[in-house]
């Protein structure tokens, strides 16, 4: 099979889908692999190394799209690739359908096959989404830098160094969500000193995580008096759980945030427009905060670009299986094959198959273990 790789356009997304020892695994399996020039460069990785890898390398994005049987990506399409979408081709990546309905009408009328990577599942109790859990750690580590940057008075910050300093009293760090994500940014803000709690639902969960992490981070089930009192007491407040795109309801709504006292921010790791948090919309790295009723948000949905090179490799080796199980056998027969993998089906010629984008944008959908066993 013909794999093609571009280079990413999404506003400061320097990952790349796949590394260069990859490649290699691509080759040795009997397939091409085409990327663009200068796909890597933003992760490390140069055109020279892919080449030695065999790699064709390619001087134009079109070239690839248009000689690739299977788009492998990181980010999903944006209307500047609207166009090379197509019948035959099927697309790799992290696509997010229900948040982008401009998207979805152009995978549909394409008729292309998409398989959305954030939603390919897990039989691991502890990772059901491997492929978000891959960068969840990153980007809890990351959102927690955010804050330390963003406190700073000479970023407009309250001049708060987010640390355990003698002579003044602890910061405090509030997580939502004791997942990979809010562990990641629990890893750093306790580390630092900062009387950090985290909030869930998952009982075990949490009895897992204090059974490895320091003293100064104590646990609270995620309720609506816990959040309440957090948001007054917290210096920092960061939401590390994904909101069932379905719900219209929230865990922290525009007027809980006048409860939270002069200073503070909201880290929105997760990114979910109206989610968990109703103030948050997704930002970018080059325009990442916005105040609502005075408090500084942090809502970068690519946080992990920032850790490029860490990053495209967590990536490139955990998405490797699924992406050569398609080149492999075939779209039809992998989805036949592998029920995670059909998990992440997001369109088939036409026809939308992921359930939560048919509710969410009302549209007519196919649940995906049924419609592909009729192929």
Same mark, same amino acid.
């Given at each position: 099979?013909? @794999? ?6 999404? #506003? ?52 690839? =799209? ?12 944006? &209307? &500047?690739? $609207?166009? $090379? ?43 059901? =989404?491997?492929?978000?859990? #891959? ?22 910050? &309250? ?15 509030? !997580? ?20 950090? %709690? ?37 210096? @920092?407040?960061?939401?590390? !759980?994904? =909101? ?9 709504? %525009? ?25 948050? %919309? ?15 948000? $942090? ?59 048919? !509710?969410?944008? #009302?549209?007519?959908?196919?649940? &995906? ?7």
């Amino acid at each position: 099979m013909r @794999v093609g790789i571009v280079k990413e356009i999404k #506003n400061s997304e320097n990952r790349v889908a796949i590394i260069p020892a990859n490649v290699s695994e691509f080759i040795a399996h009997g397939h091409e692999v085409y990327i663009e020039r200068g796909a890597g460069l933003g992760s490390g990785f140069s055109d020279e190394e892919y080449a030695e890898a065999g790699a064709v390398m390619c001087d134009t994005a079109a070239e690839v =799209w248009n000689t690739a049987e299977l788009l492998y990506k990181v980010k999903e399409i944006l &209307p &500047p690739e $609207y166009g $090379y979408l197509r019948d035959d081709l099927v697309i790799m990546t992290y696509i997010h359908s229900n948040s982008h309905k401009e998207q979805t009408d152009e995978l549909l009328k394409s008729g292309c096959v998409a398989i959305a990577l954030e939603d390919v599942s897990s039989d691991d109790t502890a990772k059901k =989404w491997p492929l978000v859990a #891959n960068m969840s750690e990153l980007a809890g580590k990351g959102g927690f830098l955010a804050a330390l940057y963003y406190a700073q008075s000479v970023h407009g910050g &309250p001049g708060l160094l987010l640390a355990n300093v003698a002579g003044d009293d602890q910061p405090i760090v509030s !997580i939502i969500g004791c997942g990979f994500t809010g562990k990641g940014a629990a890893e750093f803000a306790s580390a630092l000193g900062n009387k950090v %709690r985290i909030l869930d639902v998952d009982l075990k969960a949490m009895e897992t995580a204090k059974a490895v992490f320091p003293p100064n981070v104590s646990f609270m089930y995620s309720n609506r008096a816990n959040i309440l009192k957090c948001l007054k007491d917290s210096d @920092v407040l960061i939401n590390c !759980i994904l =909101w069932d795109k379905t719900r219209k309801d929230h865990l922290i709504y %525009r007027e809980d945030l006048k409860l939270m006292k002069k200073g503070a921010m909201i880290i929105d790791v997760a990114c979910d427009d109206n989610g968990a948090v109703e103030t948050c %919309r997704s930002t970018t790295h080059e325009d990442p905060v916005y105040y609502e009723e005075g408090i500084l948000h $942090y809502c970068v949905d690519n946080i992990p670009s920032a850790f490029s090179k860490t990053s495209s490799v967590r990536f490139s080796n955990d998405s490797l299986p699924f992406a050569l199980e398609v080149a492999d056998k075939g779209v039809v027969q992998a989805l036949k094959d592998n029920k995670h993998l059909r998990r992440g089906l997001t369109t088939y010629h036409g026809i939308l198959t992921m359930v939560e984008t048919g !509710i969410k944008q #009302n549209r007519p959908y196919e649940e &995906p273990d049924g419609f592909v066993s009729k192929l």
